[in-house]
């Protein structure tokens, strides 16, 4: 497709479980951002990529998050040993760049709810 | 704290009601951005801002960047139930990183 996809939509799990969500940006945009999203709490960034590198992963929690991007591509988001205040919408955006005028397109949000 | 702020947090008016929200900060912004997010969706870009003073329009929607480039408005004149989301504004610190920092949000709900 020509946006920003992302899998899965919603995601239940146990807590102390693993998860893996996957972020799909639109081809050709170098950047990818990470953002937690609870309700009434804004958009809370998490950590930003710019090809495959990270120059900028300030905003993880803890070190049970962490993130990946291969291929300038696809990213995962992984939360390890899953806490019920994780539950929360996780977006991803891309842009075609990182600089101060670069559009984000947001994807429409993995939904994760730790039980 | 939070950087930006935004108010009101919550808004419901009837159809053909003008409103505006608001988005302060006690920083200087290089830029300013107002999305809307609907439910189930990402947000959606309306507006970037760059300069101090600038106003641009968009339909029904006015954007405002303060002189000092610490705050925004956004107005919307004759609100239409389609106009029903949630507004965040997203600011990037002059002389800091590209990474845009977000408000809490307005809720927006337009009556028919």
């Known amino acids: 497709g020509a946006g920003v996809s992302q899998s899965p939509s919603n995601k239940v799990t146990e807590k102390g479980k693993d998860v893996e969500l996957r972020c799909d940006p639109i081809s050709g945009h170098t950047a990818l951002y990470w953002y937690r999203q609870s309700l009434g709490q804004g958009l809370e960034f998490l950590i930003y990529?710019?090809?495959?590198?990270?120059?900028?992963k300030s905003g993880l929690p803890s070190d049970r998050f962490s993130a990946e991007r291969t291929g300038g591509s696809v990213s995962t988001l992984t939360i390890q040993r899953t806490q019920q205040e994780d539950s929360a919408v996780y977006l991803c955006?891309?842009?075609?760049?990182?600089?101060?005028?670069?559009?984000?397109?947001f994807g429409p949000g993995t939904r994760l709810t730790v039980l | 704290t939070q950087l930006l702020e935004q108010s009101p947090q919550f808004l419901s008016i009837q159809e053909g009601e003008n409103l505006t929200v608001y988005c302060n900060s006690s920083s200087v912004f290089s830029s300013l951005q107002w999305y809307r997010q609907e439910p189930g969706e990402g947000p959606v870009l309306l507006v970037t801002v760059v300069t101090g003073g600038e106003v641009k329009k968009l339909k029904r929607l006015t954007f405002q960047f303060g002189d000092a480039r610490k705050d925004s408005s956004l107005h919307i004149t004759a609100a239409q139930p389609g106009d029903t989301g949630l507004y965040l504004c997203?600011?990037?610190?002059?002389?800091?990183?590209?990474?845009?920092?977000f408000g809490r949000g307005t809720s927006l709900i337009v009556h028919p």
């Open positions: 955006a891309s842009s075609l760049g990182g600089g101060r005028l670069n559009e984000q397109f």
């Open positions: 990529f710019q090809g495959n590198s990270a120059p900028d």
């Open positions: 997203a600011g990037r610190l002059a002389g800091g990183s590209y990474i845009p920092t």
